[in-house]
């Protein structure tokens, strides 16, 4: 049974850099047919696609985000990772890790999430 | 790219039938048959119920169906269980390898 697993500090200073990592157990995330993709949200509020990346270095992101966002894979660790710079406030969310089916756009399998909080 | 429109709440007795809908553009939902829910309890990661428009994951009881009428996506719950009531998100592919969601559907059983 495929599993991911968000790691990484829970609480972040403004105007520095979110740094996350999701380990994939029970499946390779060299996997030539999924991608990976980020999800965030804010308490209390709805789902925000962050990204989206292919093992190969194919990454797409939320026009939103883009400038600030970067994502990468380490496929000897089956990890990816996602930094986001300059935080601010609303920031704070969970943030999810899951897997990308894209036969039918679907995100099938999801990590429990890991709140950031962004403060000073 | 804007969040898809959902209604922020909807209801329903059990055994009876709720629809929930996401609306989009043609850009996104209506030009697409990629829309997928996600059903998602307090304190919990969503999971997938419905992708594909109408697809359901093994496992997901078949109560639960998708539809798509132009710009429109809808999630029909029939035969409503207590455990039904939770946080619904619908998502469409929206081109350029982009996705987006709603803003979310609280469904309470009543």
């Known amino acids: 049974q495929l599993q991911l697993q968000e790691s990484g500090p829970g609480l972040v200073k403004p105007s520095e850099t979110l740094s996350l990592t999701c380990t994939v157990s029970g499946g390779s995330i060299s996997s030539s047919s999924h991608y990976w993709d980020w999800i965030r949200q804010p308490p209390g509020k709805g789902l925000e696609w962050i990204a989206t990346m292919y093992y190969s270095g194919s990454n797409y992101y939320n026009p939103s985000l883009m400038s600030r966002v970067t994502i990468s894979v380490d496929t000897s660790k089956n990890q990816f990772s996602l930094k986001l710079s300059s935080v601010i406030a609303a920031d704070t969310a969970v943030y999810y890790c899951?897997?990308?089916?894209?036969?039918?756009?679907?995100?099938?399998?999801w990590g429990q999430g890991t709140l950031v909080t962004v403060s000073s | 790219q804007s969040a898809l429109t959902q209604p922020p709440s909807a209801s329903g007795s059990p055994g009876q039938s709720v629809t929930i809908s996401c609306t989009g553009t043609?850009?996104?939902?209506?030009?697409?048959?990629?829309v997928s829910w996600y059903q998602q309890h307090p304190g919990k990661a969503p999971e997938l119920m419905i992708y594909g428009v109408s697809k359901r994951p093994s496992g997901v009881p078949d109560r639960f169906s998708g539809s798509k009428s132009g710009n429109t996506a809808s999630l029909t719950v029939s035969g409503l269980q207590a455990e039904d009531e939770a946080d619904y998100y619908c998502s469409s592919y929206a081109g350029s390898n982009k996705l987006v969601f709603g803003g979310g559907t609280k469904l309470t059983v009543l």
């Open positions: 043609s850009s996104d939902v209506g030009g697409y048959n990629y």
């Open positions: 899951a897997r990308h089916d894209p036969t039918d756009e679907q995100l099938d399998y």
